[in-house]
């Protein structure tokens, strides 16, 4: 049988007219990978640790003792302006402060209730819930709302159509839309008008596999703890360890929504 | 029964270009508008966080509504064989054509980024309903094209009715998909009820009736072309019956909502102390949009009088758009209930503090996209109706076919005779 490869029409004189062009081709190549080749070897190194896909084998989560949030206090919202870019917003000129303060994104906030029967007094932060089942993945018409294999929840800015039907669906009004142009933001975390986004569980760490996100950093750093993060399916994480032991509850748990946030203490 | 025939919209032309020239302008000043939103993002609008969906979305689904409920006339005259209907049915398919671009131009050009159109028509998601709604919308103008295919070339003859009976399943999901857009929205009290998709389809058929026979009633009027008793008898009285429909749907609505104790405090905000979307409720939906045109309808000198009835359609054109503000702002402003049994003492993001509804009024741009949206339809349809032969020379009594009740009564030989 006949190779298909084998190179049967070959004109008799291709060899000579074709070695000046060869050896011009090595040299370009030379040049060329001798450009390329650090750069490429550098950037393999930096990505590694992204380079490996995100896995089922783990879920984020948050539990948040509501006994230990103190009143007053938003170190976790400050952290999460700061870690995210938040804080680089400005109020348009000619908007009113009061129209502004419910039009820029918020990502996470703090929110103190008492109760209707007992009066007891309860501060909690409330970011998205990042659930098993999410509405907002359900509603998005495009897939920009997607769920990780590791249970973030989050917004791909690339396919975002600015639709907001997400953000009629999600049960804790965790997400914000971008309601003006962007001025100014943070490499890690990009941004962009008409765009719908909400807390991500600072992705960014995770990529870098970083141990923590910022607002439970802010939040111990000022003393309280009563955030902690970690991997929901590990049964030796902290997470896990304090979730055995304290009674723990879901926002919203009508819904079945399998929170990747949970709260103690209320 | 004369053979109908159908004939070019000719008023003066100065009259024409004056009509034109004005729609143009509400369309340039709606395009302004949404250059202008589009420019400064949507800070300059009165959407917020807290009520993401505003003014042009209460135009834009009343369209598209109104658009399905519009296509109504000709399902009757082909699905449902009323002879009567017939002649009306090519004006029925344009109106449907035009309402749904119109609204689909105005909710595309409230998107966050309406440049990446291109991605919602490349890249779905099929467990959302908004990208079922894509297929149901583009389907529902290559049905209508074909619809109104048939029914104005003689080769398209006996392709009518299997058109028309696709288009009727079609409008119905169609508004089924548009009601569940809110229906299925399970975190917010006001939507969450399976109730909302037959209600908007209920809805469509008034809301679409009401502007198809003020369209006609203004045409023909324009025009000196006759319009009989008979027929503006049947439409008025089966607009009394869609009006009589949106009632029942909106009772059951909010008996169903009152029946579970969590949902107390909605319908008493709604109808006791929403402000005004309390206002909007009684005195748009109910009042304007429902017992008045019902009292004209049904009243025995004034439903005699076509101004009368026309001033009827209006006031249900009004209660239309007041109720979808009901539906879809009012429905936002009231505070998501996240936390049953508890006060909101105090909220870094407007989490309903003392029970608050949040705040919403509309901007001047909004306004004018959605208004922007209904002249693009007027716009449509003053230019379908003029070089194609949408309208039927006469709608007098002695012109239109016989009722069928009378083919019935008289047999096949007296309809022949």
């Known amino acids: 049988m006949k190779d298909h490869h084998e190179p049967t029409d070959r004109p008799a004189d291709a060899g000579p007219a074709d070695s000046g062009r060869r050896a011009f081709m090595g040299v370009a190549a030379g040049v060329a990978g001798a450009v390329v080749a650090p750069g490429v070897v550098l950037h393999s190194v930096a990505a590694a640790p992204r380079s490996e896909a995100v896995t089922g084998d783990v879920r984020w989560g948050l539990l948040i003792d509501t006994a230990k949030c103190a009143d007053g206090c938003s170190a976790c919202v400050e952290a999460c302006d700061r870690e995210n870019g938040l804080n680089l917003q400005n109020k348009p000129e000619g908007a009113s402060q009061e129209h502004w303060d419910d039009q820029k994104a918020v990502w996470i906030r703090k929110v103190k209730l008492q109760d209707n029967q007992t009066g007891r007094v309860t501060n909690l932060p409330m970011m998205c819930q990042h659930c098993e089942n999410p509405p907002c993945v359900d509603v998005c018409p495009t897939g920009a709302s997607f769920k990780r294999a590791d249970g973030i929840v989050m917004v791909d800015r690339h396919t975002c159509i600015g639709c907001r039907y997400c953000m009629m669906a999600c049960p804790y009004k965790a997400r914000s839309f971008i309601h003006k142009v962007m001025e100014d933001q943070l490499t890690r975390v990009p941004r962009g008008k008409g765009c719908v986004e909400s807390c991500n569980l600072c992705v960014h760490r995770r990529d870098f596999g970083e141990e923590s996100t910022a607002c439970v950093d802010a939040c111990r750093e000022a003393g309280h703890e009563a955030i902690v993060f970690g991997d929901l399916k590990d049964p030796e994480s902290a997470i896990r360890k304090q979730l055995a032991e304290t009674a723990s509850r879901q926002i919203r748990e009508d819904l079945s929504l399998n929170t990747g946030v949970r709260y103690s203490g209320i | ?417």
């Open chain 2, 1 to 417: 029964m004369k053979r109908i025939i159908y004939r070019e919209w000719r008023i003066p032309p100065a009259r024409y270009w004056g009509l034109l020239g004005i729609l143009a302008s509400v369309v340039g000043i709606g395009a302004l508008a949404f250059a202008y939103m589009e420019h400064e993002g949507h800070w300059v609008s009165g959407m917020s966080n807290s009520v993401v969906w505003g003014t042009p979305h209460v135009f834009a689904v009343f369209l598209i509504i109104s658009a399905s409920g519009a296509l109504n006339i000709a399902s009757i005259g082909t699905v449902f064989r009323k002879p009567l209907y017939k002649p009306l049915g090519r004006l029925s398919g344009l109106l449907a054509a035009a309402l749904l671009m119109g609204g689909l131009l105005v909710l595309v050009l409230d998107l966050g980024r309406p440049e990446r159109l291109v991605v919602a028509m490349t890249t779905y998601n099929f467990r959302s309903i908004f990208a079922w709604n894509i297929f149901l919308y583009s389907g529902f103008m290559a049905i209508v094209i074909a619809y109104l295919w048939s029914m104005a070339d003689r080769h398209g003859e006996p392709y009518n009715r299997p058109i028309g009976i696709v288009a009727t399943f079609w409008r119905l999901a169609l508004t089924t998909g548009t009601g569940s857009i809110f229906g299925f929205l399970v975190a917010r009290q006001a939507y969450d009820a399976a109730i909302l998709a037959p209600m908007f389809v209920v809805m469509s058929f008034a809301y679409g009736l009401a502007i198809f026979m003020l369209v006609l009633m203004f045409a023909f009027t324009e025009e000196g072309r006759p319009i009989g008793e008979r027929i503006l008898c049947r439409l008025k009285n089966l607009l009394g019956i869609f009006i009589l429909g949106v009632f029942y749907f909106t009772l059951v609505y909010h008996l169903t909502k009152l029946y579970g104790a969590k949902n107390h405090d909605l319908v008493g905000w709604l109808l006791l102390d929403g402000g005004i979307y309390t206002f909007m409720f009684w005195v748009g939906w109910v009042l304007v949009g429902g017992l008045v045109p019902l009292g004209i309808i049904y009243h025995p000198v004034l439903s005699k009088d076509k101004n009368w009835i026309a001033a009827a359609c209006g006031l249900v054109i009004v209660g239309g758009l007041a109720s979808m503000y009901v539906i879809i702002i009012g429905s936002q402003a009231y505070p998501m209930q996240m936390f049953p049994g508890q006060t909101v003492l105090a909220s870094g993001f407007f989490d309903g503090v003392q029970g608050e509804a949040s705040r919403y009024s509309p901007a001047i741009p909004e306004i004018l996209l959605g208004l922007g949206g209904v002249a693009v339809a007027l716009l449509i349809t003053s230019v379908g109706v003029r070089v194609l032969q949408f309208l039927p020379e006469s709608l007098a009594d002695d012109v239109l076919p016989v009722d069928e009740e009378k083919i019935v009564e008289q047999g096949p030989a007296g309809a022949k005779a």
